[in-house]
T-cell receptor, first 111, second 115 residues
Framework: QKEVEQNSGPLSVPEGAIASLNCTYS??????FFWYRQYSGKSPELIMS????GDKEDGRFTAQLNKASQYVSLLIRDSQPSDSATYLC???????????FGKGTLLTVNP | GAGVSQSPSNKVTEKGKDVELRCDPI?????LYWYRQSLGQGLEFLIY????????KSGLPSDRFSAERTGGSVSTLTIQRTQQEDSAVYLC?????????????FGPGTRLTVL
């Protein structure tokens, strides 16, 4: 059973701080990793994808991947109250096609 | 450009009735996916289409669930004889192709409530 694990939170950070969200996965054959943001009552919105070991930056977001440790993380710099949402980690194994999701981490950014 | 669209946005039905949920993918996207999100189960994969073919139906919960896609575009998910445990948000996603390096973009979802 392929698993994707996330801390459920809630993770609470003050405005302007760095929020760090973590995810581990069980399938060593996993090749593609995604972070989705989901506001309450809305559908998941893709914010980052990463395929190679190392860091990938996009604006205030940085995704980090370590395949040896089977670990992927998302850093949000200068956190804003509008970043308050559930963050879903999702993984695709090999040349597969379906996303396997973690249960999500609820992030609250306090003004 | 236009994103993935789904209809209806909300559906309330009585136990035992059939329902149809519709998904219109992003123009040009050949792959289409159905997922379900419920409180206890998180987000789970149901079925995907490459063109009009559905190579993997293994995620469908029971034979009451079926899906089709026509013209390589619009897809319909049908649930027959609905049960209360079918209550969930049904999400459709599309991607330019299949394979792991294709990003999937979700529609707004259909919230299904079975009374």
């Amino acid at each position: 059973q392929k698993e994707v694990e996330q801390n459920s939170g809630p993770l609470s950070v003050p405005e302007g701080a760095i929020a760090s969200l973590n995810c581990t996965y069980s399938d060593r054959g996993s090749q593609s990793f995604f972070w989705y943001r989901q506001y309450s009552g809305k559908s998941p919105e893709l914010i980052m994808s990463i395929y190679s070991n190392g860091d990938k930056e996009d604006g205030r977001f940085t995704a980090q991947l370590n395949k040896a440790s089977q670990y992927v993380s998302l850093l949000i710099r200068d956190s804003q109250p509008s970043d308050s949402a559930t963050y879903l980690c999702a993984v695709i194994e090999g040349s597969n096609y379906k996303l396997t999701f973690g249960k999500g981490t609820l992030l609250t950014v306090n003004p | 450009g236009a994103g993935v669209s789904q209809s209806p946005s909300n559906k309330v039905t009585e136990k035992g009735k059939d329902v149809e949920l519709r998904c219109d993918p992003i123009s040009g996207h050949t792959a289409l996916y159905w997922y379900r999100q419920s409180l206890g189960q998180g987000l789970e994969f149901l079925i995907y289409f490459q063109g009009n073919s559905a190579p993997d139906k293994s995620g469908l919960p029971s034979d009451r669930f079926s899906a089709e896609r026509t013209g390589g575009s619009v897809s319909t998910l049908t649930i027959q004889r609905t049960q209360q445990e079918d209550s969930a948000v049904y999400l459709c996603a599309s991607s330019p192709g299949t394979g792991g390096y294709n990003e999937q973009f979700f529609g707004p979802g259909t919230r299904l409530t079975v009374l």
